[in-house]
């Protein structure tokens, strides 16, 4: 590590100890498997040791480490779908959840529309928040979850994502839309509705 004092290397050493659960959680949520995320997360800290004098400072260094882990997933995802891990992707494409939110003229059910999120930047700040995510994230369904996970927190493209899954384009759209719907009411029940503003007089 030459260029990098003792003490900004024990300060690093202490960061990574203490966003390790973070990633452990991160990782067991893409891959589903303890064992192969705990791994991912292992070799994603080796590769931040050995590579710390390549930490350039533009981002934050826990961004950094967490996209050091996204490359470890995705290899991870390639090795589970070779070893025919995955569910089939058959079914998926039912459209029927989606339609039932809406109207016929395209507009949300009564129901179905989404509650006022107030301010979204104090959510997400907010570490009952992540920990509800995390919760609703796990109750999806398994490939409901991943292609979410692949464009939202893996940033992958949707042509990647088809690539790496073999969906077609129509059908990630469909489980994307899925997901969020899903995963908005279950926010809203689980973080929202113990956060929602009270108004007087009701």
Sequence with gaps: MSGTSTEETNARMQRLAAVRPRL???????????AMAEDAVQEALATAIEKDADF??????ET???????????????????????QSFEGESDEDAIDRQFQQNGQWQAAARPSAWGDPEASFANEHFWRVFDTC????PENIARVFSLRELMGLSTAD??????????????????????????????????HAPTEHGQ
């Excluded at 452990?24 to 303890?34: C, D, G, I, M, Y």
């Excluded at 994230?137 to 999806?140: C, E, H, P, S, T």
């Excluded at 073999?166 to 029940?189: Q, T």
């Design 56 to 61: 350039a400072g533009r981002s934050g260094y």
């Design 24 to 34: 452990v959680s991160f990782a067991r949520l893409q891959l589903r498997e303890p």
């Design 64 to 86: 950094w480490v967490f996209g050091i882990l996204k490359y470890k997933i995705l290899d991870a995802l390639r090795t589970q779908r070779r070893q025919g891990k995955w």
């Design 161 to 194: 994502i088809c690539k790496e899954t073999g969906l077609k384009e129509n059908n990630c759209w469909v489980i994307l839309h899925r997901a969020r719907l899903r995963l908005r009411a279950c926010i809203e029940r689980g973080y929202l509705s113990q």
């Design 137 to 140: 994230m796990i109750a999806l």
